[in-house]
């Protein structure tokens, strides 16, 4: 999963037997690709504050433009067609 932590740490945290640090709860939802505001219920269920603003839909404030933060991801690799040998 590429998340460093082992299976029985995570087992641990699945079971209740051990508590998440705040890094490992990052950590985790950012390689689970979880919305900023479903991290922020996750921080929360964890013991830990909110790290992630939210905004209503109407806010005024200034954003960044989501064609911006597209190209920032880059290309997405597409799958290799399976070549026969």
């Given at each position: 999963?590429g998340?460093?932590?082992s299976t029985r740490?995570l087992s641990?945290?699945?079971t ?15 390689r689970?690709c979880i919305p900023?505001?479903?991290?922020n219920?996750?921080l929360?269920?964890?013991g ?9 839909l ?12 597209w190209?920032?991801?880059?290309p ?10």
């Amino acid at each position: 999963m590429g998340a460093e932590i082992s299976t029985r740490h995570l087992s641990f945290v699945e079971t209740g037997r051990s508590v998440p640090s705040r890094e490992m709860v990052l950590r985790l939802s950012e390689r689970l690709c979880i919305p900023l505001h479903e991290r922020n219920a996750l921080l929360v269920a964890a013991g830990y504050a909110p790290m992630y603003r939210e905004r209503a839909l109407d806010d005024p404030a200034p954003t960044r433009p989501w064609w911006l933060c597209w190209r920032s991801c880059g290309p997405i690799p597409s799958p290799r067609a399976p070549t026969c040998s």
